[in-house]
């Protein structure tokens, strides 16, 4: 059966007293079950679920012999038995790694919410299933094919990933303005703003960090937005040049069974960056999962000679370039401010360089279009404080220095200045540009 009709066939329950009296059969004798029962206590909890945990805890260090009975307990203290006092009595994602001690004492302790754990692992899904059978803990659903499409008001994660990697990786998981619940050790430093993030302080050792959105990560989230709307414009570009197909083949299989090893492999390059280099760049895109370094641009150009049948690349050529530079970005961060290259936010290719006549130093911006100068130049001034006056060819002052502006110069809008500070000072304005 399915996620959705697992998830479809539920019944709210609630606090029933044969629970309780199956909870209340466990001894609670061990040490295991004596520290989870001071835990509960000092909680303000029903202590009765103590022993019960304490069967899962030892059935699970019994199965991972590698795990450290240390780090397990202190999960279940310190974070798990706080988050029932967090959930809502609905189904609740489990988020954390997969192979890391999953939430079930949680489930124990709230029977009116159902935890859902995605297991790829098929031995691993089979004997957890056993064990939640032998221990009656009927609130705990095993997603072993994935979630799908099924999407979730509440999420938890409970291991310590990056923030912002466990967000990323739950969008598609978490339905907008759905609640996720990641508990910490410590408080991350990110500033509450009352809307996409709280912290919430729960103890010494656990810190709940409350999202109800994705917020941005300073240097990253622009970056993404921006390679996104690049694959956008490839996109739009493969079809207007009639190189995008509505019955491309099905080249992800032999790519995954390694029939095909790369673009060389495949016959007609444009189903290859269709298919392969698309749907991977999205998927990249999407997990901020960049290669460590792309070269399209570089196939485009060994494919486009006069004896290819290839439509003449043109702006195409421009995107993709843009996109192998946003990868050396993404993982060398100075570059945009640093190098005779960067993209800016609106997808252009901007690059450094120099006017033969007069012999100032330039900016020039590919893809090259009419509407781009006044756009950016808007945004520039807002920026910079400088105003913009008269019609094309423009000419400008900025910080007592003259500016000069080529349009369609070498297939590009080329902004050239005296001083090579004040050039700069505009490249890094562009960067910024949204167009």
Not at 380 to 402: H, S
């Amino acid at each position: 059966m399915s996620l959705a009709a697992q998830l479809a066939a539920l019944r709210r329950r609630g606090f029933d007293g044969d629970r309780d009296a199956w909870a209340r059969s466990f001894e609670a004798s061990s040490g295991i079950a004596r520290q989870i029962w001071a835990a509960i206590e000092k909680q303000g909890g029903n202590t009765q679920f103590a022993g019960w945990a304490a069967a899962w805890v030892e059935a699970w260090l019994a199965h991972n012999k590698k795990a450290r009975q240390a780090h397990v307990m202190e999960q279940v203290v310190e974070r798990d038995i706080h988050l029932r006092n967090i959930v809502c009595g609905m189904p609740v994602l489990d988020l954390s790694r997969q192979g890391f001690f999953p939430a079930v004492v949680l489930a124990m302790m709230r029977p009116d919410m159902t935890l859902v754990l995605r297991i790829d692992d098929q031995a691993e899904a089979t004997w957890l299933e056993e064990t939640l059978e032998a221990l009656k803990v009927d609130n705990v659903i095993v997603a072993r094919e994935g979630i799908g499409e099924v999407r979730f008001e509440e999420a938890i994660c409970r291991d310590e990933r990056s923030v912002f990697d466990i967000l990323r990786r739950s969008r598609n998981c978490v339905n907008q303005g759905g609640r996720r619940y990641l508990a910490r050790r410590k408080d991350e430093g990110m500033e509450p703003d009352g809307n996409l993030v709280q912290t919430i302080v729960l103890g010494p050792k656990c810190h709940v960090m409350h999202f109800t959105g994705i917020p941005e990560q300073p240097g990253v989230s622009p970056l993404l937005r921006t390679a996104s709307l690049l694959l956008d414009k490839i996109e739009a570009e493969m079809k207007l040049k009639g190189m995008w197909s509505e019955t491309p083949p099905d080249l992800l299989d032999k790519f995954d069974r390694g029939e095909l090893r790369d673009y060389q492999d495949v016959a007609i390059f444009e189903h290859w960056l269709q298919v392969v280099f698309m749907s991977r760049a999205r998927e990249a895109v999407d997990l901020d999962e960049f290669p460590k370094q792309s070269q399209v641009s570089d196939m485009l150009r060994a494919q486009h000679d006069p004896h290819a049948n290839l439509p003449v690349a043109g702006r195409l050529l421009d995107y993709l370039q843009a996109f192998d530079l946003l990868v050396q970005q993404r993982h060398q961060p100075g570059l945009r401010l640093t190098g005779v290259q960067a993209v800016s936010e609106g997808g252009r290719l901007l690059t450094k360089g120099r006017w033969s006549e007069p012999g100032w130093f330039s900016v020039d911006a590919t893809p090259y279009d009419k509407d781009y100068f006044p756009k950016a130049m808007a945004m520039l001034a807002w920026g910079l404080g400088m105003e913009v006056q008269g019609t094309d060819p423009w000419e400008f002052v900025l910080d007592g220095v003259r500016v000069a502006v080529k349009m369609d110069h070498r297939g590009s809008c080329s902004i050239a200045a005296e001083s090579m500070a004040v050039r700069d000072k505009i490249f890094n304005g562009l960067v910024k540009a949204g167009c």
